[in-house]
């Protein structure tokens, strides 16, 4: 534990500063004279530094007191690193090896530093290079069943439960960015958000479609006020780092309490983006189908491993206060249960188309835009995949009461991109 008073580290201090942490020294070596330190991140709010010693590696996060991808003109409390860290433990207890391990934690200095991945990269670029990853929608699909059921009232002791609702609670300025930038700043001119040039038509038909914002309030009293499990908070691909088979989830900064649909809606929208974004990235048109195909693959994946784990978990971990044996099964009436489970299932896949939508429009309108498609550096070949997702999160987002299915979802998104191109 470092006394001084917080102060971001810098790749020539670093060393010094963590050399007296035993973990580190056993991790990385004993003589931190002898470490070396990189800054890495690359991602919307903190420094991320790889350590490397004679023994090891081991990554480095801490908190910045401000937006880093605005700057100092947006603070932001330190404190996220404490519910980061916090979501990261019960993490790494309901998904066992889903996590990185954390060696060391110092919440005056807002620091966590854990495993490095050997290998890892972020799945974001796997999915702009075109890279599959076995096994990936098994992988992320159990970690939103196991990390969500296990948090909520259908697993957890009722009073284990309130206290974590209320620990995380406090998360309020990381609450307060996910209910602005999701929910409300896309579907107006809010003064940080941009967009690609040539969406302007696009992005005004959507800012004037009362229906769509009227939905979009709806799913943000839904994330407002449906406390239903330990949300990760902000799953997107960026969140997740992946070396073939290997796959771990990061960055719980956002973890909050919230509806069940929103990690899974958010994470199948960023696999959906991905899909769109493929004609940006391919050499010769069609090129990359193949690819395509495996992206719509694990977005329809990841709700069907996602249901069925949930549904497992449902038969055999179901010892909360709700929906108890007692009314069920304890009565010969096993079917009850299952149609209860049903309607469970049936209610986070409408929130989660929902979740979706919104996701997909914020990541072209807002502020925070993906690489997937900030990486197309023509605009015009960039807004033409950006136009075909945004009508494919409209739909989404007013069709989430119809839409019965992941096959319809993967038939909207062909649909969509092939209006967009109809030579392809
Ligand atoms: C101001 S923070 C913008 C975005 O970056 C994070 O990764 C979250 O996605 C947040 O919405
Ligand atoms: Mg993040």
Redesign the pocket.
Known sequence: MDDRPYAPLTAADAPARLGGVPTLRRLLGPEPAAWTAAEVGD???NLVFILEGPAGKAVAKQALPY?R??GES?P?PLERSWFEWNALTRHAARDPGSVPAVHHFDRGQALIVMDYLVDHVILRRSLIAGLEHPGLAGFLGRFCARTLFRSSDLAMPAAARKADLALFAANVALLD??EA??FTDPYFAAPLNRHTPGLDPLAAELRADARLKIEAQHLKSAFCSNAEALLHG?L?T??IMAAGDRIAVI?PE?AAYGPMGFDVGMLIANFLMAFHAQSGHEARPGARDPYRAWTLGVAADVWTEFAAEFANLWRTERRGILYPAALYEDQGQPEAAEAALADRLAAIWTDALGFMGVEIH?RILG??HNADFETVADESRRAACEAPALRLGRRLVLGRRTIRDMAEVVALARAEDAAQSPSR
């Open positions: 991602g919307n709010l937006v991808l605005v947006w932001l960015i996910t930038l999701v902000d997107h960026g969140s960055d956002f914020r502020l925070a």
